[in-house]
């Protein structure tokens, strides 16, 4: 099944740094969402997508709806050692569709 | 309590054995998934269900069963295990769309 381009895997980064992720796709999605995952937990939305070039944010996190509506970015500003966890990347293609289509993950260590 | 809990959380079985993952929500939601997490993959839609009379085939339901016992219970069944299936298994259940869905906290299963 198809999957979502996301980098990097893994990133090693010091506590206050900037964080920048991005997921892209041969096919355009009219939904992008990004999720965090915790050690023993599930996925928990932290920001959704709905219109091309859109720009979000929560809190520390911004996201980005590309305009070419086959990528968006993940910006985190000023880590701290609680944003550790794996960040997806997730589209939906058709409006009302159930089918999501998740990225690999970027793992995020942040060194104190 | 948890609004969603899934058992077991952790689960090793024998190829050929039938086995079942269950998963209940408190959240009042009439949708629920069930996905497969594997590393490097993201996740995968298996099945999914809007209300006790409808059940839908995800991505990759071969060798996977569900029943939705009620509309806080949905469980998936691996008639015949085998080795390719040992993931990290997650539910999920919504209001609305995927992008409004809140997953449990996982099942780990071996399939030796």
């Known amino acids: 099944g198809q999957q979502l381009n996301q980098s990097p895997q893994s990133m090693f980064i010091q506590e206050g740094e900037d964080v920048s992720m991005n997921c892209t796709s041969s096919s355009i999605f009219n939904t992008w969402l990004w999720y965090k995952q915790e050690p023993g937990e599930g996925p928990v939305l932290l920001i959704a997508l709905y219109k091309a070039g859109e720009l979000t944010s929560n809190g520390r996190l911004t996201a980005q709806f590309g305009i070419t509506r086959k990528d968006s970015f993940l910006n985190i500003s000023a880590s701290i050692p609680s944003d550790v966890g794996i960040y997806f990347c997730?589209?939906?293609?058709?409006?009302?569709?159930?089918?999501?289509?998740f990225g690999q993950g970027t793992r995020l260590t942040i060194n104190p | 309590d948890a609004d969603v809990t899934q058992t077991p959380r952790n689960r090793i079985t024998k190829t050929g054995k039938r086995i079942m993952l269950e998963c209940s929500q408190t959240?009042?939601?009439?949708?629920m998934y069930w996905y497969r997490q594997d590393p490097g993959l993201g996740l995968r839609l298996i099945y999914y269900s809007f209300d006790v009379k409808d059940i839908n085939k995800g991505e990759i339901s071969d060798g996977y069963s569900v029943s939705r016992q009620a509309q806080a219970k949905f469980s998936l069944s691996l008639e015949s295990a085998i080795p390719n299936q040992t993931a990290l298994y997650f539910c999920?259940?919504?209001?609305?769309?995927?992008?409004?869905?809140?997953f449990g906290p996982g099942t780990r299963l071996l399939v030796l």
């Open positions: 997730a589209g939906r293609k058709v409006q009302g569709a159930q089918k999501l289509v």
């Open positions: 999920a259940t919504s209001d609305g769309g995927p992008e409004t869905q809140y």
């Open positions: 959240k009042g939601h009439d949708r």
